[in-house]
């Protein structure tokens, strides 16, 4: 039987390693190689950094691994709040990773046009590797809708549970909203300045740091959490039924 705090101090672990693998791969790997605008420095770049362009497509693999394993963990610690928020957590989490995967194709396209000799020895080799990772990076964007669409049953199960702060769980709603608003800002006005993507972004950095760091320093609050009694399997408009202890379980698949 794991405890509560136990699962709880996992799913920071996991969400920590995440953001880091997340962010070494987006901000380091392709924000080194990758110059905007111009091709055949970009694609020089691939080739002469090809190993940490690797890298960061393995860093990427593993976090939509791990992705999986936090959505498991996370399910297994709240599904007795509410069933059905939980499964739906677990189904967005499941689209987001599969999505972060299937972008990766123009991570990879990009490696293959710069390093490749059937890409390269041709005049357009520069080109298509700056188109690959510019695509990657509007599906990067894009794919932070999935990113938005979990945090919001993970607000609502926060929010409703005893375990986390109230406060918690608005912020992360708020979070959820934002980071689908992002792509709507880029896309439907892109005129407008860089500067309200940056603000838009902020309650999101908020939110998810805030729940990282709850879980790996607090856990979660079991006092005023309900006796053990059975969890209820598809309850739907049940508060929290079950116990901490029922959440405790071991997880199957983990």
Known sequence: MTSPKTLARIAGLLYLVLAVLG???????????????D??????????????????????????????????VLHRLLHHVHARAAVTLMVFVAAGAG?????????????????????????????????????????????????????????YLAYRSSMFPTVLGVLLVIGGFTWIADPLILFALPDAPGAVRDVVAVPTSVAEFGLILYLLVVGVRLRGTPAAEPVAEDTGNTGNTGSAEGAGKAIGRA
């Open 23 to 37: 962010g070494w791969a987006e901000l380091y790997v392709r924000g080194t190689v990758h110059v905007r605008g």
């Open 39 to 72: 091709a055949a420095a970009t694609a020089a770049n691939v080739s002469d950094h090809e190993t940490l362009f690797r890298l960061g497509l393995a860093a990427d693999i593993l976090m939509a691994t791990v992705f999986v394993f936090l959505g498991l």
């Open 99 to 155: 999505f972060i995967l299937l972008n990766l194709v123009f991570h990879a396209g990009a490696l293959l046009a710069a390093t490749d000799p059937s890409y390269t020895a041709s005049p357009g080799a520069g080109a298509l590797t700056l188109l690959m990772l510019d695509l990657h990076d509007l599906g990067y964007i894009l794919g932070g809708v999935f990113f938005g669409l979990w945090l919001l049953p993970m607000g």
